[in-house]
């Protein structure tokens, strides 16, 4: 591989590839290589194969995908499962046909099973049933993961192929999608409590118990790990992955329950009202918390807690909100 590399970061709008780019280009040598959705449809076959030959990147930051929340993932279940598996397949092939010897994808926590032992290790993978609200959405994440192992198993030896999965725990920064009903749990946060603050709202009403666990990771942490993994010799990752468990968790190494969180971004947000919680809608999986051990051990560890997250975040909504 040249020494200045032409990396291709898919996906570089989103909140994760957003923050990938902005590592990247603190590097040195480093070209980076970027689509809209509206220049290239990663759903298309043939107009990714000829994005490939055309630009012929070194190595691939697979961070395109669709995502959503609860509501998302049960409304548009069949375009989480299609768009997410065509993104993949056609990538990843793309990357080898045309000699990417270097690839790394984002899959994400929901891979493993709805009552997965906690922290979830990366071994948990394929011991239970999934969640059935995203469940269409981890089908194709997992699948994503089997890509990227079987293309090395195949071509690994005979074209030096390396290609690598990360999955991150609950993301939240800049960057992120604060629609109400598509986003995730924090976004949708930040959005409603911003706006029953400027409406004196004596009350907002949140899906949920609130009695689910979740980890948040900030996304710059996020982007940094990706790199630091995209950047590992090959002999160390392999001394700490198996071949047909080569995926690594990145989590931020502890959790909080829903109601706790509400309770953060209302503080952040400056929100004084009542908090209550609707029992009747859908909780999700009880607990998600990520074992972080195998990237720990290789030298990596979360940088921002989650009250310099949130703020940071509230600032990047108020930013996108303000014309």
């Known amino acids: 591989m040249s020494q200045n590399p032409r990396i291709y970061v898919a996906g570089h709008r989103g909140m994760v590839g957003s923050a990938i780019v902005r590592v990247l280009r603190q590097r040195a040598g480093v070209d980076v290589v970027t689509r809209t959705r509206q220049e290239l449809d990663l759903t298309n076959q043939a107009a990714v194969r000829a994005f490939f030959a055309a630009e012929k990147p070194d190595q691939v930051y697979m961070a395109a995908a669709k995502v959503g929340g609860i509501y998302a993932n049960n409304t548009y279940s069949a375009q989480f499962i299609y768009e997410n598996l065509m993104v993949q397949a056609n990538v990843v092939d ?51 993961i089997k890509l990227c192992e079987s293309y090395n198993r195949q071509y690994g030896a005979s074209h030096g192929l390396d290609y690598r999965s990360v999955m991150p725990t609950n993301l939240y920064g800049p960057g992120d999608n604060y629609h109400l009903e598509n986003s995730h749990v924090i ?26 666990k979740r980890e948040f990771l900030y996304v710059d942490d996020m982007a940094a790990a990706s790199v630091f993994v995209m950047n590992l010799p090959k002999a160390t990752l ?30 952040t947000v400056g929100y004084q009202g009542v908090i209550d919680f609707d029992t009747s809608k859908p909780d999700g999986s009880p607990r998600k918390l990520m074992d972080s051990g195998r990237l720990n051990a290789l030298g990596w560890h979360a940088q921002v807690g989650l009250d310099a997250g949130l703020a940071a975040a509230y600032q990047d909504f108020i930013a996108q909100a303000t014309p």
């Open 94 to 144: 793309a990357a080898f046909h045309n000699g990417v010897k270097k690839l790394l994808f984002l899959g994400s926590s929901c891979i493993y099973p709805r009552m997965a032992p906690q922290p979830m290790p990366e071994s948990a993978l394929l011991s239970g049933p999934l969640e059935p609200t995203n469940e269409p959405y981890a089908i194709a994440k997992i699948a994503g």
């Open 187 to 212: 976004p949708a946060l930040i959005r409603r409590f911003h706006e029953a603050k400027l409406s004196n709202a004596p009350g907002v009403t949140i899906w949920g118990s609130g009695s689910p």
């Open 238 to 267: 392999d001394a700490h992955t198996q071949p047909m468990q080569s995926h690594i968790n990145v989590g931020f190494g502890s959790d909080i329950t829903i109601k706790e969180l509400a309770v953060a971004v209302g503080q």
